[in-house]
């Protein structure tokens, strides 16, 4: 079993749409979190850490749920420029596991 | 100019030749990782290195080598390429507490 599980989609919305990506993690002892993206045959970015107490950038927001072990990333009034693929990412041990990554497809 | 270059960018080679791919970086950072990432399985981590005398195995370490010649270099070879290393590799950087990690631009090798 992999340890950073994610549903690798598509996931196709129309632009304006809410939609939401759920990464399960394995390593309870993981401390940070994060979401990457990553446009087709470019490097990966970050885009935002994940805390406990969640996170709000503008329109995405991300959570976590120790308790169940996953993480999420909701994006909202989605763009068509939001098309992407967004990794989760564990960094237990300070070795960063990454997730196989949900592809997004945002279109008119 | 980038944070993190990698050279080549893309590359085509045969089976049985040695190949290195290079990675240099001006942030400072002394954490590097060499990845590869294949269609549908992610990416993977193949070396890590936390400062110029330490370098670790990943995941999948089989076939490769490296080289910390530097704090801001990082190569990675292939001693006798063969196809199933056809993949898209990844440099990264990170800073000690690992907590954001900077990747280079990729670079495509096919062997065939």
């Known amino acids: 079993r992999k340890e950073v599980e994610q549903d690798p989609g598509p996931f196709n919305v129309p632009e304006g749409a809410t939609v939401a990506f759920n990464c399960t993690y394995s390593?309870?002892?993981?401390?940070?979190f994060f979401w990457y993206r990553q446009d087709c045959r470019k490097e990966p970015k970050l885009l935002m850490s994940?805390?406990?107490s969640g996170n709000e950038d503008g329109r995405f927001t991300a959570q976590l749920n120790r308790a169940s072990q996953y993480i999420s990333l909701l994006i909202r009034d989605s763009k068509l420029s939001d098309s992407a693929t967004y990794l989760c990412?564990?960094?237990?041990?300070?070795?960063?596991?990454f997730g196989r990554g949900t592809s997004l497809i945002v279109h008119p | 100019d980038a944070d993190v270059t990698q050279t080549p960018r893309n590359r085509i080679t045969k089976t049985g030749k040695r190949i290195m791919l290079e990675c240099s970086q001006t942030k400072g950072h002394d954490r590097m990782y060499w990845y590869r990432q294949d269609p549908g399985l992610g990416l993977r981590l193949i070396y890590y290195?936390?400062?110029?005398?330490?370098?670790n195995k990943g995941e999948i370490s089989d076939g490769y080598s490296v080289s910390r010649q530097a704090q801001a270099k990082f190569s990675l070879s292939l001693e006798s390429a063969i196809p199933n290393q056809t993949a898209l590799y990844f440099c990264?950087?990170?800073?000690?507490?690992?907590?954001?990690?900077?990747f280079g631009p990729g670079t495509r090798l096919t062997v065939t």
């Open positions: 990264a950087t990170s800073d000690l507490r690992g907590v954001e990690q900077y």
């Open positions: 994940v805390y406990s």
């Open positions: 990412v564990s960094g237990g041990s300070y070795i960063p596991t």
């Open positions: 390593n309870s002892a993981s401390q940070s």
């Open positions: 290195s936390f400062d110029v005398k330490d370098i």
